[in-house]
């Protein structure tokens, strides 16, 4: 059976490199214009799968794919996780001559990309995805694209420059999309993933809600990978909490913390629980962890009663 697989298109763009990782030639990637699309192409049914960009490991979470997941209604949820290594490249359209007028990405690309974008010092052009300015700039000789490598055999432009990420080594997280009821149907994993599981977490706002719900998951000894705050529409100061754990939905300890965070007041929406390579593929596996510049710790004592002077 051929599958549908919706996608941030057009082809040549980050993530039709996470999607073609996944799925053979044989099924059949329908690019779409925005990641709401993707999800809406999913939703309704249209396609059985979709894939979009989740996170970054410099521009952080896509707020655009996980509020849909967070507030969008039916049964989508992630199925899969993905990593691709984010390198950028420059396009010009083939035979174009004389200066530059424009330089143009999707935002993550432009910013991404600062020192190469201020020093061509070109005013900016903001597309829906990376191979969407690939497509404009093949169209117009004044314009400069930055996107994936490899596009210059796909549209009609030549390579002007590559590898002008300010960070090197950054990974971008893609999602597979799906109806629950689909797990069993993607391609079967590579070897070494990791379970991961998604839930949205809707406390009470007063002081303590937040360490209630992290004494859950350590009682249960669940991981909890990353914890990132979405405001909850309608309702200012209140936030939904969405937290990323390393356990799978079929853990015992799992479903011990879940019932326990009930009991404290919180709403719980589920948004997967899937293999993820995100262990696999650290984006910078040279470097142990280091916190921001500027930061303190134990040995920093006299820093910290500057800031913070009440006597503990
Ligand atoms: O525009 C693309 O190619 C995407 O897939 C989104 C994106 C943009 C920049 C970095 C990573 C993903």
């Known amino acids: 059976m051929t599958l549908r697989i919706a996608y941030l298109g057009p082809p040549g763009t980050f993530t039709y490199l996470a999607a073609a990782q996944l799925w053979e030639r044989t099924d059949e990637l329908l690019p779409s214009t925005t990641v709401p699309e993707v999800i809406d192409r999913v939703r309704w049914g249209d396609c059985d799968f979709g894939v979009v960009p989740v996170e970054?490991?410099?521009e952080g979470i896509v707020t655009a794919s996980l509020d849909q997941l967070v507030f969008g209604s039916g049964d989508v949820v992630v199925l899969r996780e993905i990593s691709v290594p984010t390198t950028f490249h420059v396009y010009r359209a083939t035979g174009a001559?004389?200066?530059?007028?424009?330089?143009?990405?999707?935002?993550?690309?432009?910013?991404?990309c600062t020192r190469y974008v201020n020093a061509a010092g070109l005013p900016t052009r903001v597309?829906?995805?990376?191979?969407?300015?690939?497509?404009?700039?093949?169209?117009?000789?004044?314009?400069?694209?930055?996107a994936a490598p490899d596009l210059a055999g796909r549209y009609a432009v030549s390579l002007v420059d590559s590898g002008i990420e300010d960070h090197p080594g950054v990974v971008t997280r893609f999602a597979c999309l799906g109806s629950r009821r689909r797990q069993a149907d993607l391609p079967a994993p590579d070897e070494g993933l990791s379970w991961k599981t998604l839930l949205a977490l809707t406390p009470a706002t007063r002081p303590g809600t937040l360490a209630d719900v992290c004494v859950q998951f350590s009682d249960q000894g669940v991981n909890i990978l990353s914890l990132t705050s979405r405001p909850l529409p309608g309702f200012a100061g209140a936030y939904v909490f969405v937290l990323a754990?390393?356990?799978?939905?079929?853990?015992?300890?799992?479903?011990?913390?879940?019932?326990?965070?009930?009991?404290?007041g919180v709403r719980v929406k589920f948004l997967g629980s899937f293999l993820s390579d995100h262990l696999l593929r650290p984006s910078r596996p040279d470097r142990p962890l280091s916190a921001p510049a500027g930061s303190f710790g134990l040995r920093d004592l006299h820093e910290v009663s500057a800031v913070f002077p009440g006597r503990p």
């Open 56 to 58: 970054n490991t410099v």
């Open 97 to 112: 001559s004389g200066p530059p007028t424009g330089i143009a990405s999707h935002p993550h690309g432009l910013a991404q």
């Open 127 to 146: 597309f829906q995805s990376t191979a969407a300015a690939v497509e404009a700039a093949a169209a117009d000789p004044g314009l400069l694209a930055i």
């Open 245 to 264: 754990l390393a356990d799978t939905r079929t853990s015992a300890g799992l479903a011990r913390a879940v019932n326990g965070l009930l009991y404290t």
